[in-house]
């Protein structure tokens, strides 16, 4: 966390203003919605100037830091389908720590992510996992993007968790302790603080398909209880899939998702400017 504060407060006395940051939230498929505000905000010239982003919402904000912009990855998004996500699932049979190894994941990130160090990238960034044995909530803010970015998305379960020596820590994703990281913001004292959140609300029309599907869900309604207790402060938070039903495994309904966050934005936006005004960012 002392890396992302310093380099906060760097970012601040050099641009001479407020900072304006964004949290983005964990949602797995439903994370493409991010692709959409932030295509927004790119637009109308809304500054990003920090990024935090829990599971999905870690990926696409090192994506976007590491020089994708919101109309190519809007691009890879749609492209995806059900047979590369199936593809890009390494089993483990027996499963015992997790149902999906995850290295087809990591070898998709090394190539994505193109940055190897977070220190490097052009903007301060922080990815959040957690530790399983503990509970701790652990900030990615230094060292390796991609081991970050792969600890962060580990879902528990699901993925086996990853073992970090150097922190001797075992990580799955932050979504089970911070799953909309606008805290980290707010330590780092960022004026204007932007969360997405991306959850589903727990509902008796969707019933669970299988233990990854229950899996999922579980952690969706565990991060939506979470960050339902928090504090967030004057902290924007928009909800770009409040009122739809998106599944975390709907990875082939790119266009929709993305969409549903183009709109939730636009409709936010004259507020957003003007809490931009008011605090002399724009």
């Known amino acids: 966390m002392e890396t992302f504060i310093s380099r906060v407060n760097e970012q601040k006395k050099e641009l001479g203003r ?32 920090c990024i935090t982003g829990t599971s999905i919402g870690s990926l696409i904000g090192a994506m976007v830091l590491s020089g994708w912009t919101p109309n190519f990855l809007g691009r890879f998004a749609r492209a995806i389908d059900k047979h590369h996500i199936v593809s890009s699932l390494d089993f483990v049979i027996p499963p015992k720590t ?15 992510l193109k940055i190897k160090n977070i220190e490097d990238l052009p903007k301060p960034y922080a990815a959040v996992s957690a530790d399983v044995v503990t509970g701790e909530r652990v900030v990615h803010d230094s060292g390796s993007l991609l081991d970050g970015v792969r600890s962060s998305i580990s879902v528990p379960g699901v993925f086996v968790p990853v073992k970090n020596k150097a922190m001797s820590k075992t990580l799955v994703d932050g979504g089970i302790v911070d799953p909309v990281p606008l805290d980290l913001l707010e330590e780092a004292g960022v004026e204007v603080r932007i969360g997405i959140s991306i959850f589903r609300k727990p509902e008796s029309s969707h019933e669970p398909k299988d233990i990854i599907d229950i899996l999922l869900n579980s952690i969706d309604i565990m991060g939506s209880r979470i960050f339902e207790s928090r504090n967030i402060g004057n902290a924007i938070v928009l909800e770009p899939l409040l009122g739809h039903s998106f599944g975390s495994m709907d990875f082939d309904k790119a266009e929709a998702l ?16 003007e809490r931009l005004k008011m605090e002399g960012v724009l």
């Open 98 to 112: 997790g149902l999906i190894d995850g290295n087809r994941i990591k070898v998709m990130l090394e190539r994505v």
């Open 258 to 273: 993305i969409e549903l966050g183009k709109k939730s934005t636009i409709e936010r936006l004259p507020e957003i400017k």
């Open 18 to 49: 407020p900072l304006v940051g964004l949290a983005l939230g964990s949602g797995a498929a439903r994370g493409f919605a991010h692709i959409g505000v932030l295509d927004v905000f790119f637009k109308e010239g809304i500054p990003i100037d």
